[in-house]
């Protein structure tokens, strides 16, 4: 799996490169050391997943997440940042973001969320996750039928999978489906709900209920 690293602080740009460089799967196409680079690298790199911090100079991560999202769905961001403020982890995730750890997170556990995120995986710090479900649970400001009206009822059971964090193959262990009709699904719910990823499909799922 190709990855960028964006950081505007050269020793922890050096420092995520060689602990990452030790997995034989993972290979560092580039660095940034600002939004707006991380942006322009995308088109000629060809990552599958971008590790982005947020406070930084020229662009901060969460412009440069929307703007990678927007241009680039297949393309995964996970936020990493030494930032637990309420309104920048929302931001982040709202921006397109698939996961937001911090820059403390061990190093077994940055290498399972990178793993996971390419393969379709949320990953929330449990020391933020509290604040996201709450600033997300008071945004349910739609009934839920607003959701399922546009849904399936296998759409529907698809989607609160989602809402819980698990993948495309656990979804498919769980529902007893194939990992090809899951990927289906994703792709019409993504669709319906006229999101480009399946975090900001949990997010809305989440504000209407449906957990």
């Known amino acids: 799996m190709k990855v960028i690293i964006c950081d505007d602080q050269a020793i922890v740009r050096d420092g995520l490169v ?3 460089k030790l997995e034989p799967d993972i290979d560092i196409v580039g660095t940034a050391e600002d939004g707006a680079e991380a942006v322009d690298m995308v088109a000629d790199k060809g990552p599958d997943l971008i590790l982005m911090d947020l406070k930084m100079p020229i662009m901060n991560g969460v412009e440069a997440t929307r703007q990678i999202t927007m241009k ?3 393309v995964k961001v996970l936020v990493l940042t030494t930032y637990a403020d309420d309104e920048w982890v929302f931001d982040a995730i709202q921006a397109g973001a698939s996961g ?10 940055l290498v399972k969320a990178v793993r996971g995120t390419v393969t379709g995986k949320t990953y929330v710090d449990p020391s933020i996750a509290g604040k996201v479900l709450e600033q997300v649970s008071s945004r349910q400001i739609q009934p839920a039928t607003l959701i399922t009206s546009k849904l399936t009822e296998r759409e529907v059971e698809v989607l609160r999978l989602i809402a819980k964090g698990l993948s495309n193959a656990e979804i498919a262990d769980r529902l007893f489906l ?3 009709t899951v990927r289906n699904h994703v792709s019409a719910i993504l669709a319906k709900l006229g999101v480009s990823d399946r975090t900001q499909a949990a997010v809305i799922a989440i504000q209407h209920g449906l957990k």
């Not at 937001?100 to 556990?109: C, H």
């Open 72 to 74: 680039y769905p297949e």
């Open 178 to 180: 194939s990992d090809g």
């Open 100 to 109: 937001y750890l911090l820059k403390d997170t061990p190093r077994e556990e």
């Open 18 to 20: 060689m602990l990452l």
